[in-house]
């Protein structure tokens, strides 16, 4: 079964203003990651925040991370019509002595001009 | 180079045909990945090769075969598939697999459609 659970599934906003994604998971983690996705393509890192971390920043994104709920956020500040994408989470978790990556259930977003 | 180039874009290939997938990049990675992605859902890992040899192998079925002739290159073979195998397949690489999570640099994906 997948790890990670966001919500919301789908999520429409007006250019400019902030918006908000979740994760949930299962197990223990070491990492979470979170991806970006245009339709039909492949996708795009864009932050890792480790277990030990609480909260990350990289230009107008901030995620955050509580261990203690299994839980982690991604906030987009001041959207744009070009956020317009599905954004994933991942986490991690060990496997046969590798770090597998899996992908949470993602939030289809809409940022209209 | 962060790229990580997937040929073809778009495959269309019948249940007695024979295909392969291929996955290219040149950023020194040592981990490879296969995912399988439906529409509306997310990637679904498939393999992963470690330093050229398999190291995860999701249950997936034999008609898929994965290859990794070197450090740069995965392949994909196909053969005897099913409808249902339709998707979006992608190519992923990243730094390594045992040291820690690293982020994954993915391909733009192969569209195939089993007829």
Same mark, same amino acid.
């Given at each position: 079964s997948q790890q990670g659970e966001e919500d919301p599934q789908a999520l429409s906003i007006q250019e400019g203003e902030n918006a908000t994604m979740n994760c949930s998971y299962k197990t223990s983690i070491n990492n979470l990651q979170w991806y970006r996705q245009n339709s039909?393509?492949?996708?795009?890192?864009? &932050?890792? &925040?480790?277990?030990?971390?609480?909260? =990350? +920043?990289?230009?107008?994104?901030?995620?955050?991370?509580?261990?203690? =709920? @299994?839980?982690?956020s991604l906030l987009i500040t001041a959207s744009r019509a070009a956020d317009t994408a599905s954004y994933f989470c991942a986490t991690d978790a060990a496997s046969g002595g590798y770090q597998k990556v899996t992908f949470g259930t993602g939030t289809k977003l809409q940022v209209i001009p | 180079?962060?790229?990580?180039?997937?040929?073809? =874009? +778009?495959?269309?290939?019948?249940?007695?045909? #024979? @295909?392969?997938? @291929?996955?290219?990049? +040149?950023?020194?990675?040592r981990?490879?990945?296969?995912? #399988?992605? =439906?529409?509306? #859902?997310?990637?679904?890992?498939?393999?992963?090769?470690?330093?050229? #040899?398999?190291? &995860?192998?999701?249950?997936?079925?034999?008609?898929f075969s994965p290859e990794c002739p070197n450090s740069s290159l995965l392949n994909l073979h196909l053969h005897a598939l099913q409808p249902e195998d339709s998707a979006l397949y992608l190519c992923a690489s990243s730094q390594g697999l045992r040291e820690g999570s690293y982020e994954q640099y993915f391909g733009p994906g192969t569209r195939l459609t089993v007829t």
């Open positions: 039909g393509r492949g996708l795009v890192h864009l &932050i890792l &925040i480790r277990s030990n971390e609480r909260e =990350k +920043h990289s230009g107008r994104l901030r995620v955050t991370l509580d261990t203690s =709920k @299994k839980s982690s | 180079d962060t790229e990580v180039t997937q040929t073809p =874009k +778009h495959l269309v290939m019948g249940m007695t045909n #024979k @295909k392969s997938l @291929k996955c290219e990049q +040149h950023m020194g990675h981990a490879m990945y296969w995912y #399988k992605q =439906k529409a509306k #859902k997310p990637p679904e890992l498939m393999f992963v090769y470690s330093y050229e #040899k398999l190291s &995860i192998n999701e249950s997936v079925p034999s008609r």
